[in-house]
């Protein structure tokens, strides 16, 4: 197993046991969990645009966000590990928050990329050319034609996006919790 193999396989594993880490590290306030809150939502925003033009396993999806960056959800994910770290109120958490996603992530792109590379070739080739990998472009590449499918929330509903947001809420609330049985 190469390490591109292993952080794609364990990485909601060994998140879990990093949020262990994390929320014995936490220290929120209301204003810190207000911030990451909004920092949160912003990520989510965009991991919802991008699910909804995400059709896995059947067409390379160009359109939409992903005609900006190769991993749009990554993208918006960064914003809810940013959100997370600021909610906590704590440099070590958001330290290790941001680290994690930039390691595993690392990996996990690079081996996504393999993959596409395998299954689409040349398409792929040439929107990996045109389009980075992670940070977006303000212009997006002209990728229209008749058959690239536009957003849709039943895809949003089928790649179980709302998942993101219903555990981005519950870290909110437990960090809610900390917050009101620590001393003050």
């Known amino acids: ?3 591109l193999d292993f952080f794609a396989r364990w990485r909601v594993r060994l998140g879990y046991l990093l949020a262990v880490v994390i929320l014995w590290l936490a220290h929120p306030t209301p204003h810190s969990i207000l911030i990451g809150a909004a920092l949160g939502l912003f990520g989510l925003i965009i991991r919802a645009y991008a699910a909804g033009y995400l ?3 059947q067409v390379l999806t160009v359109t939409g966000p992903y005609a900006r960056t190769r991993n749009p959800l990554y993208f918006g994910s ?3 590990a940013l959100g ?3 909610a906590t109120n704590s440099l070590w958490a958001t330290g290790l928050l941001l680290g994690y996603f930039a ?3 690392t990996f996990v792109m690079k081996r996504e ?3 596409l590379h395998q299954q689409h070739g040349a398409a792929f080739a040439a929107y990996a050319a045109a389009v980075p990998l ?6 997006a ?3 229209h034609s008749a058959d690239a499918p536009g957003f849709s929330w039943a895809q949003y509903r089928k790649n179980h996006e709302y998942e993101a947001a219903i555990g981005f809420a519950l870290l909110l609330v437990v960090l809610l919790l900390i917050w009101r049985l620590r001393p003050h």
Not at 134 to 139: D, I
């Open 1 to 3: 197993m190469t390490w």
């Open 141 to 143: 590449i002209s990728a």
């Open 78 to 80: 960064s914003f809810l």
């Open 113 to 115: 990329a393999l993959e």
């Open 84 to 86: 997370a770290g600021v």
């Open 55 to 57: 059709h896995k396993q």
């Open 103 to 105: 390691l595993v992530y």
């Open 134 to 139: 992670f940070f977006p472009k303000l212009s």
